[in-house]
């Protein structure tokens, strides 16, 4: 068999994701599909007031993860992976994992979804002319550092989930430059270096041995490798002993940047969204934006070209919640349902929907939203006296509000000007054929295209950064994924409907006042 020839001569690329709820693994082939994959779910933990995954778990997940997609090539091509052409690691964007000069962690990695560096980030806003997110590398530092954290006194480097694996693969402590803009912000390639020196400035009093620069990792572009698979990289990965080093590293990246990468979307007037646990799109600008905005990022493309960012922290919690719930009840009723076969049930039954919801509205935020300003979680649903309470339009209202934010975020982007020509979609959200994609399309009034792909997400999208960084034919990212990569790719494009966008603009009339409401402190 081709494939199993092409695996067992040591040609296939891997991309690994290490995402929210789970570890997904993608070997790809000769013509940049998916051959083979495996998984291993998992979820965060909160504790001491913190959002957090411990690195024991995180290295468990890895090894997990790669032993099933080793099993799936066993099963489908009866062939063992010995090596492989090269390798990609991605992981849920920036957070904070600190280190001491011996790779000793100093504190619990801090993850996005934390939003307790509002302080630090407001400061650090305001310091730069430039907007810092919450979940920022930078703004988690500074918060550690207002708030006299004795580990920041011994930081020798800090870095992401991405990051970190790729070094105990063998990689150098560098990050792709998407990856690196959410860490600090870009200029040119490299750190800003006008920012380097007044975030030094800041806390020279501090009398701390280290300078920003010194602590954080080497920024890469698409397409220049991290590293080489050492042999001591493949034993951690395959505790099997099967796998060998010699793989190409490339550059680990976060998942915006894998989103990217996987919908093709790397170029001015082009954008993506990812909606899964959380949501995110990106936009790649022609300009810079005009003014500073807290609910947009400005950040890099994996090629360093501007790009805004709207990030979510929450998304698809409360649809997976109540789809639990009516699990729950059909078990009850002495029945089975499989849940692939119920999310399709319940997103088809939202598709008929009033394009208003009736009347119902709901807030989704298991923690924080920096985007709408809420500082804490706040699960809520409401439904107006008169309302129409059916299951059509209960499900809609759960599929609006996990986009609810991001539209929110979306609509500052037209009032900048910014000019989107088409919006690529990946993620579970889209799962239910054409339904996620037509809110979406709603939502941000703009036509939204949804690739046969987008179910692999960012595993495949960091395996195509990899296959680009092993043989980029001296192509640049954009050239490789249009005329190589995607030269034949199948897509389905839908146009806004117009009483949809009327019906999601009611909706979020409801939906910001419930917001805010929910914002007011006793």
């Known amino acids: 068999m081709k494939t199993a020839r092409y695996i067992g001569s040591g040609n296939a690329v891997l991309g690994i994701e290490i995402g929210s709820t789970r570890i997904k693994a993608v070997l790809i082939g000769e013509g940049f599909e998916p051959i083979a994959s495996g998984s291993y779910a998992w979820e965060n933990s909160f504790e001491n007031g913190v959002w957090t995954y411990s690195l024991h778990d995180v290295r468990k997940g890895m090894r997990n993860c790669y032993a099933d997609l080793a099993a799936d090539v066993e099963k489908r091509y009866g062939v063992t992976i010995t090596r492989l052409k090269a390798v990609g690691i991605s992981g849920m964007m920036h957070g904070y994992l600190p280190f001491d000069e011996n790779m000793n962690q100093l504190c619990e990695f801090r993850t996005w979804r934390n939003t307790t560096t509002e302080k630090a980030a407001k400061e650090l806003t305001e310091l730069f002319d430039f907007n810092i997110p919450l979940r920022w590398s930078i703004a988690h530092l500074y918060h550690a550092i207002l708030c006299g954290e004795p580990h920041v006194r011994n930081i020798h480097t800090i870095t992401t989930v991405a990051g970190y694996v790729n070094r105990l693969l063998g990689g150098a402590h560098a990050v792709g430059i998407c990856e690196a803009s959410g860490m600090f912000p870009i200029e040119g390639g490299g750190y800003n270096r006008r920012m380097l020196d007044l975030f030094d400035n800041l806390i020279a009093d501090k009398g701390y041995s280290w300078k ?109 919640a109540w789809a639990e719930l009516f699990s729950q009840v059909i078990s009850m009723a002495g029945t089975d349902c499989p849940k692939d076969r119920l999310f399709e049930l319940l997103f088809t039954e939202a598709d008929k929907g009033d394009k208003d919801c009736g009347g119902l509205t709901a807030v ?120 190589v990569v995607f030269s034949s790719g199948e897509h389905t494009t839908v146009t806004p409907d117009s009483d949809t966008v009327k019906g999601f603009e009611k909706y979020m009339e409801r939906y910001m006042k419930a917001v805010t409401n929910a914002r007011v402190k006793p």
Request: with cysteine.
């Open 212 to 320: 920003t620069e010194d602590i954080l990792p080497k920024v890469l572009a698409a397409g220049e490798s991290s590293g080489i698979l050492t042999d001591e990289g493949a034993a951690f990965l395959d505790v099997s002993g099967r796998l060998k080093g010699g793989a190409i590293l490339c550059a680990p990246e976060g998942d915006a940047a894998t989103g990217m990468a996987a919908t093709n979307s790397v170029m001015p007037r082009t954008g993506n969204v990812s909606a899964g646990t959380s949501v995110f799109s990106m936009v790649v600008l022609e300009k810079p934006l005009e003014r500073v905005h807290r609910e947009l990022d400005v950040i890099a493309s994996p090629t360093g070209a501007p790009t805004a960012m709207v990030h979510c922290n929450n998304c698809t919690n409360e649809i997976n």
């Open 364 to 483: 989704n935020y298991l923690s924080g939203e920096p985007v709408t300003a809420a500082e804490n979680g706040c699960l809520l649903f409401e439904r107006e006296i008169g309302s129409s309470f059916t299951i059509a339009n209960f499900m809609r209202t759960q599929l609006y509000t996990a986009l609810a934010a991001l539209k929110y975020g979306m609509d500052i982007l037209r009032e900048e000007n910014v000019q989107i020509d088409e919006l690529f979609a990946h993620g579970g959200y889209f799962k239910t054929e054409g339904v996620g994609q037509r809110i979406l399309a709603a939502a941000v009034n703009a036509p939204v295209s949804v690739m046969k792909t987008a179910g692999e997400g960012g595993a495949w999208g960091i395996a195509l950064l990899a296959a680009y960084t092993a043989g980029s034919r001296n192509l640049s990212l954009g050239e490789y994924l249009n005329s």
